[in-house]
């Protein structure tokens, strides 16, 4: 059985990065149903942009592309 990704942004008490944490939610769902690349770009560089902490930045984008790759996996964040 395949386990499941959970792909998770890092969430403060301010409203924008739980803002961020919706949109990036919203795109994954998005991206999981139409595997359009374009998508996907905007959700690496959304994080890439808005996560400070590097190894959270790598672990999360690495998550995205082995959920590219594999085709399959959770979309939840």
Not at 14 to 19: A, F, S, T, V
Not at 34 to 48: G, Q
Not at 50 to 73: A, D, P, Q, T, W
């Amino acid at each position: 059985m395949e386990r499941k990704k959970n792909i998770s942004v890092n969430i403060k008490r301010n409203k924008r990065n739980i803002k961020i944490k919706s949109k990036v939610k919203k795109l994954v769902k998005r991206y999981t149903k139409t595997k359009d690349d374009k998508v996907f770009n905007r959700i690496v560089s959304l994080i890439d942009n808005k996560e400070k902490n590097v190894n959270k930045k790598s672990r999360l984008i690495k998550k995205l592309y082995s959920l590219r790759n594999k085709g399959k996996g959770d979309s939840r964040i």
